[in-house]
C-alpha cells in the first residue's frame, strides 16, 4: 500500500501551497517651505524645479505663497525623499 506522501516507487511528493504577500504603500509625508529672510525667491524656485519636479509658472507660484502666506506645501513624498 502508498503511503499519502510517498508512491509505489519510493519518490516523496509533497505540497505547498504559495501565499502573496501585499506591500503597503510607504506613508506619505507633508514637505512644507516657510518664509525667511535670508532665502532668495530664485532659490526656492530653483529648489522647486529641482527637488520637486514642479514646472517654472507653477514654482513661481508657489514662491509667491510662501512669500505672501508664510509658508506653502512643497509636495508629499516618501520618507526617504526630504533628506535631500
Known amino acids: 500500500m502508498a503511503d499519502n506522501d510517498q508512491s509505489e516507487t519510493g519518490i516523496v ?3 505547498r501551497t504559495k501565499t502573496e504577500r501585499k506591500l503597503k504603500k510607504p506613508p506619505l509625508y507633508k514637505v512644507l517651505l516657510h ?3 535670508f532665502t532668495t525667491m530664485e532659490f526656492v524656485i530653483r529648489v ?3 527637488v520637486f519636479n514642479k514646472g517654472e509658472p507653477e514654482a513661481a507660484e ?3 505663497q510662501v512669500h505672501t502666506r508664510g509658508a506653502c506645501l512643497a509636495g508629499e513624498v516618501a520618507r526617504h525623499r526630504p533628506a535631500v
Open 13 to 15: 511528493t509533497r505540497t
Open 35 to 37: 518664509n525667511d529672510d
Open 48 to 50: 522647486l524645479v529641482e
Open 62 to 64: 508657489l514662491t509667491l
